[in-house]
């Protein structure tokens, strides 16, 4: 068996019905998985969260507020929020606050271990670090309301959101959608290069 990562879908449990109406959720929650990504100083991978596109859940905004102030909450097009790892917001009780379109009974807040950025050109050593660090993560998270498994992950997903091709020392890959580049196939090569950016390098789990 192989450590499992569910990208942790933590149904909101709102009845909004009808019109739209905010989301409040406690920034507590969020920072002690931050807490879990700082003490670890990884250098290579992080934990995003976002806000699941299934089911047509749109999120149109956000903020996160405490008793007194409001600050902007940064979102992106692919619905991913870009928290602060903040202590003071922690004693302050901050909330997180997402205005959706429609109900919200459908949104989930999903959290995934990735690579900090992605580029086009990698080494083994970059690999093979990012493949470490995923693991260091993961373990470091057991506990946490994420299904996972003792066992290493089985490599790495490279994900593209157009078709790409794929170098490995020297071999051409066409790849449409997903690559899942496994953990002997890293121990092997020697230099990677994608035609385009991926979008995410996340962990590759299998059952």
């Given amino acids: 068996m192989k450590k499992q990562l569910l990208l942790s879908c933590i149904l909101l449990g709102v009845s909004a019905v009808g019109q739209a109406q ?24 992080e934990l995003a969260f976002s806000v699941s596109k299934a089911n047509g ?15 902007p909450l940064t979102i992106t097009k692919d619905q991913r929020l870009f928290l ?31 690579a900090k950025n992605t580029k086009k050109h990698y080494d083994k050593a970059e690999l093979k670090q990012v ?17 996972y498994f003792a066992e290493d992950i089985a490599g790495l997903n490279l994900e593209f959101n157009q078709d790409a091709t794929l170098t490995i020392d020297g071999e051409v890959i066409p790849v449409s959608g ?10 092997k090569l020697e230099t990677l290069t994608s035609s385009i950016q991926p979008n995410v390098i996340s962990p590759w789990t299998v059952k």
């Fill in 178 to 187: 997903t690559y899942r580049l496994g953990s002997e196939q890293i121990d």
């Fill in 131 to 147: 493949e470490q660090e995923m693991n260091a993560l993961l373990s470091r998270m057991q506990g946490f309301p994420m299904r």
């Fill in 57 to 71: 859940c749109k999120v149109k905004d956000g903020t996160i507020t405490t008793e007194n102030d409001t600050f």
């Fill in 84 to 114: 602060p790892f903040d202590s003071q917001l922690k004693s302050d009780r901050a909330l997180i606050n997402l205005n959706v379109e429609g109900s919200a009974q459908t949104c989930a807040i999903a959290m995934q271990v990735r």
């Fill in 22 to 45: 905010p989301i409040s959720l406690e920034y507590q929650s969020f920072y002690q998985r931050l807490k879990q990504v700082n003490k670890g100083n990884y250098q290579l991978v």
